[in-house]
């Protein structure tokens, strides 16, 4: 075999895969631009005989998707059929997860781009467009149609399509606000999306000492950035980075290089986390008391220059050693209790305040010489996205 025909046949197993996956792609694109008219006339009508036929012609061309699996669990409901099956399929594709995020990018300003650079992600079906208005609409219409008796999976996946707070004309009835505000007695896992994903925890604060001996670190501000789980979830799980700015404090003595050399920290870093447990939810207030672990990294201020030798990587290349400046730090264990009380904003996010305590010993090594506080309370004011 000479190179070209070497050539001729990597060429084929690498591109001809890929050649036929944008060919796929188009195909769907194509079908799912025609389809989605339809699809929407025909639920806009309650032409529900129409809709099935449709959606069989769109997987063909595209696969199982999360639109199309949608709307299958709408009709089997509307029509009164058994739809475990499909709300089985559903959730086990975590078709859920594919909606909370379309419905997040749809509420983003730059939706349209954000469709645009993505449209195999989206199925080729475009943010906010018409029919997932009506999916909402007809979805709230069986909660609380008094003709409908739901299971309890009906009700938790018409929760999640039905992503709807304002009042809504459902079939010619004006649904008031306080019915799509109704209270239920169970449990419902995606009644709030916002509550029910991942949050974005940024946050501002005081820490200070507990006691009146020892304070070298006085009262400081903290700033800090966390990840914070779903709420819906009784155990709540959280973790990031704080930073302490020590502008109150004192300075004390460190050894360094055998000597005892006086310092003041400019700050401190908390790297960890915290697990909670909600013991008060109705989703306009939360409480969660938490347990806090972690450590703390505070700056000495100290500068060393550090020599490496030079090395051969994996690969046998050689990378030159060298003097590098390295910043001396005190590490310590950083241990505590946290009460945080959350309450739901306008836009269903979330405003909080948290008390803590905080137990850091941070001469708790040989190195530190002067006796500094362990026991530390703090209060912050944060915002979950």
């Given at each position: 075999m000479n190179m070209r025909q070497f050539a001729l046949i990597l060429f084929f197993f690498t591109c001809f895969p890929l050649l036929q996956k944008l060919r796929a792609q188009?195909?769907?694109?194509?079908?799912?631009?025609?389809?989605?008219?339809?699809?929407?006339q025909s639920l806009n009508n309650n032409e529900f005989t129409k809709i099935d036929p449709l959606l069989n012609t769109l997987q063909a061309s595209c696969g199982i998707t999360e639109f199309t699996e949608r709307l299958r669990i709408l009709l089997l409901i509307i029509e009164k059929k058994n739809s475990a099956v499909e709300i089985r399929r559903y959730l086990d594709n975590q078709f859920d997860k594919n909606l909370v995020q379309r419905l997040d990018a749809a509420d983003?300003?730059?939706?349209?781009?954000?469709?645009?650079?993505?449209?195999?992600?989206?199925?080729?079906?475009p943010l906010r467009h018409a029919l997932d208005n009506l999916v909402k609409i007809r979805a709230k219409a069986l909660l609380i149609s008094d003709s409908y008796t739901l299971n309890d999976e009906e009700q938790d996946i018409l929760h999640l399509f039905s992503d709807t707070e304002n009042t809504r004309s459902i079939s010619g009835v004006q649904v008031e606000e306080q019915q799509e505000a109704?209270?239920?007695t169970?449990?419902?896992?995606?009644k709030n999306r916002h509550k029910a994903k991942l949050g974005y925890v940024p946050s501002i604060g005081v820490m200070g000492p507990l006691s009146g001996t020892n304070k070298i670190f006085g009262p400081n501000l903290t700033l800090g950035f966390m990840f914070m789980?779903?709420?819906?979830?009784?155990?709540?799980?959280?973790?990031?980075?704080?930073?302490?700015?020590?502008?109150?404090?004192?300075?004390?003595?460190?050894?360094?290089?055998?000597?005892?050399?006086?310092i003041n920290s400019?700050?401190?870093?908390?790297?960890?986390?915290?697990?909670?447990?909600?013991?008060?939810?109705?989703?306009?207030?939360?409480?969660?008391?938490?347990?806090?672990?972690?450590?703390?990294?505070?700056?000495?201020?100290i500068t060393e220059n550090v020599y490496s030798s030079g090395f051969y990587d994996e690969y046998g290349y050689y990378y030159d050693g060298g003097y590098t400046d390295r910043m001396v730090t005190i590490n310590n264990v950083?241990?505590?209790?946290?009460?945080?009380?959350?309450?739901?904003?306008?836009?269903?996010?979330?405003?909080?305040?948290?008390?803590?305590?905080?137990?850091?010993?941070?001469?708790?090594?040989?190195?530190?010489?002067?006796?500094?506080?362990?026991?530390?309370?703090?209060?912050?004011?944060f915002i979950r996205f």
């Open positions: 188009e195909i769907c694109a194509s079908q799912t631009e025609q389809i989605l008219p339809l699809l929407t983003r300003d730059d939706f349209a781009n954000q469709y645009e650079q993505n449209k195999a992600k989206y199925n080729f079906y109704q209270e239920y169970k449990p419902i896992v995606y789980s779903s709420l819906e979830k009784k155990f709540i799980f959280e973790g990031g980075i704080k930073v302490r700015i020590n502008s109150n404090d004192r300075n004390f003595d460190y050894r360094y290089e055998g000597t005892s050399v006086s400019p700050a401190t870093i908390f790297m960890g986390g915290a697990v909670g447990y909600k013991i008060y939810d109705n989703d306009k207030f939360i409480l969660i008391p938490k347990g806090i672990i972690g450590i703390d990294i505070t700056d000495t201020g950083h241990l505590g209790l946290g009460l945080s009380s959350l309450f739901q904003m306008k836009n269903k996010k979330y405003i909080g305040f948290e008390l803590g305590y905080h137990y850091a010993p941070y001469d708790s090594g040989s190195k530190v010489l002067t006796p500094i506080q362990a026991n530390y309370g703090s209060v912050e004011l």
